[in-house]
């Protein structure tokens, strides 16, 4: 069983900039969440998709945009980066909605702003 | 909004003993999860342990359990017979229902936990 994958590991960009980064969920998970870890704290919540609508987001911007596809892969996208989004970006999927389902993180990218 | 606080940025436990950690979170929700998450170097986030809020039962995992205090809106993980491979940032989360369903985590700001030989 593959787990959750994430491209590319490492990434740099400069300001005004757009991104995306890519996700693979586990096999058989249709639940892709999104989450922005800065340096020294916890992740936070950017968004999830559910079989390909967005099904809840965090406080981002608009400028913070996802996709999901029929194969439950996902993208992050960020327009106009800033500095202050330099930061891990953790990738989760999980079998479905239900609460108690564990979610199973990527090893993530690391973005960084110049 | 639901926040979580983990007072301990920092603990140290010799090999074989334990180490308590703890969180704290605030929410005006009556369902709800809570997790315990283990970073190691790697960066790859590990599930710990799990509590369902409507269970009164503390969850064990092997050598993790916790103690969840509803009322007083508390979640600790204790760690029996620490071992060398338990050394991560661990981070405790809080599990909100979405509207159309699923989880949104909240996480704390996590503890760095240093197992010494």
């Known amino acids: 069983e593959t787990g959750v994958t994430q491209s590319p590991t490492h990434l740099i960009k400069t300001r005004g900039q757009q991104v995306t980064l890519r996700c693979s969920s586990q096999s058989g998970h249709n639940t892709v969440s999104w989450y922005q870890q800065a340096l020294g704290q916890g992740p936070q919540f950017i968004f999830q998709y559910y079989r390909e609508e967005e099904n809840g987001r965090g406080n981002f911007p608009p400028r913070f945009s996802g996709l999901q596809f029929p194969n439950y892969s996902s993208e992050l996208n960020v327009n106009a980066l800033e500095l202050d989004d330099s930061a891990l970006y953790l990738c989760?999927?999980?079998?479905?909605?239900?609460?108690?389902?564990?979610?199973?993180f990527g090893p993530g990218t690391r973005l960084t702003v110049l | 909004a639901q926040t979580v606080t983990q007072s301990q940025p920092e603990m140290s436990v010799q090999e074989a003993e334990t180490v308590t950690l703890s969180c704290t979170y605030d929410t005006s929700e009556s369902d709800y999860y809570l997790f315990w998450y283990k970073q190691p170097p790697s960066r790859q986030m590990i599930l710990v342990i799990r509590?369902?809020?409507?269970?009164?039962q503390n969850a064990t995992e092997n050598r993790f359990s916790v103690n969840f205090q509803k009322a007083a809106k508390s979640f600790s993980l204790k760690i029996s017979d620490s071992q060398l491979g338990d050394a991560a940032m661990y981070f405790c989360?809080?599990?909100?229902?979405?509207?159309?369903?699923?989880?949104?985590?909240?996480f704390g700001t996590g503890t760095q936990l240093k197992v010494e030989l």
């Open positions: 989760a999927s999980s079998p479905g909605l239900a609460g108690a389902y564990e979610q199973f």
């Open positions: 509590q369902e809020a409507y269970k009164q």
């Open positions: 989360a809080y599990g909100n229902i979405l509207t159309g369903g699923g989880n949104k985590l909240t």
